[in-house]
T-cell receptor
Framework: QQPVQSPQAVILREGEDAVINCSSSKALYSVHWYRQKHGEAPVFLMILLKGGEQKGHEKISASFNEKKQQSSLYLTASQLSYSGTYFCGSNSGGSNYKLTFGKGTLLTVNP | EAQVTQNPRYLITVTGKKLTVTCSQNMNHEYMSWYRQDPGLGLRQIYYSMNVEVTDKGDVPEGYKVSRKEKRNFPLILESPSPNQTSLYFC?????????????FGPGTRLTVL
């Protein structure tokens, strides 16, 4: 079952902040965040693991609430280059190596 | 240059004509995966492979086959394509299981089935 992302779309002016949320109906072992620019392949941003470990780019911040089965991606002081579609992917752990992505959040940053 | 390559990049075919989309990575990654992307549906995993000769179904495996005979290659096979398989397909690879590591995506293959 796909994780649910919100909002579906957001429009910002350069310098504004945004939060993208990802929630799952299943217990989560890891949450992944990717950004895809129009006409390009998705690019890795961050992985958050159960227990608090994070792997990713230093300028990106995110949180992972295991109890609520939610993750949030924080985009601060947005730049034009932040525009794109953001996807969260979830995995429930154990012997399951499937990664299920949400439908995406379209972020548009205007000058 | 470390990369994931896919071929072809664009393909128009007809219903029922078997086709193969190739995927190759040069990073010695163990984990490889196929996704399809459709408007409004996000990325959906078709199949994945943990290593050579080890494959498993993703969320939407119907109508697709895969094989992993070599570590670097992970072809996607459509035995009898149908119009509902018209989509943008991405291959991806990661060092080990995708749940623990960054995935590197190929450039995508846009498939149209008439």
């Amino acid at each position: 079952q796909q994780p649910v992302q919100s909002p579906q779309a957001v429009i910002l002016r350069e310098g504004e902040d945004a939060v993208i949320n990802c929630s799952s109906s299943k217990a989560l072992y890891s949450v992944h965040w990717y950004r895809q620019k129009h006409g390009e392949a998705p690019v890795f941003l961050m992985i958050l693991l159960k227990g608090g470990e994070q792997k990713g780019h230093e300028k990106i911040s995110a949180s992972f609430n295991e109890k609520k089965q939610q993750s949030s991606l924080y985009l601060t002081a947005s730049q034009l280059s932040y525009s794109g579609t953001y996807f969260c992917g979830s995995n429930s752990g154990g012997s399951n190596y499937k990664l299920t992505f949400g439908k995406g959040t379209l972020l548009t940053v205007n000058p | 240059e470390a990369q994931v390559t896919q071929n072809p990049r664009y393909l128009i075919t007809v219903t029922g004509k078997k086709l193969t989309v190739t995927c190759s990575q040069n990073m010695n990654h163990e984990y490889m995966s196929w996704y399809r992307q459709d408007p409004g549906l996000g990325l959906r995993q078709i199949y994945y492979s943990m290593n050579v000769e080890v494959t498993d179904k993703g969320d939407v495996p119907e109508g697709y086959k895969v094989s992993r005979k070599e570590k670097r290659n992970f072809p996607l096979i459509l035995e009898s394509p149908s119009p509902n398989q018209t989509s943008l397909y991405f291959c991806a690879s990661s060092l080990e299981g995708a749940v623990l590591n960054e995935q590197f995506f190929g450039p995508g293959t846009r498939l149209t089935v008439l």
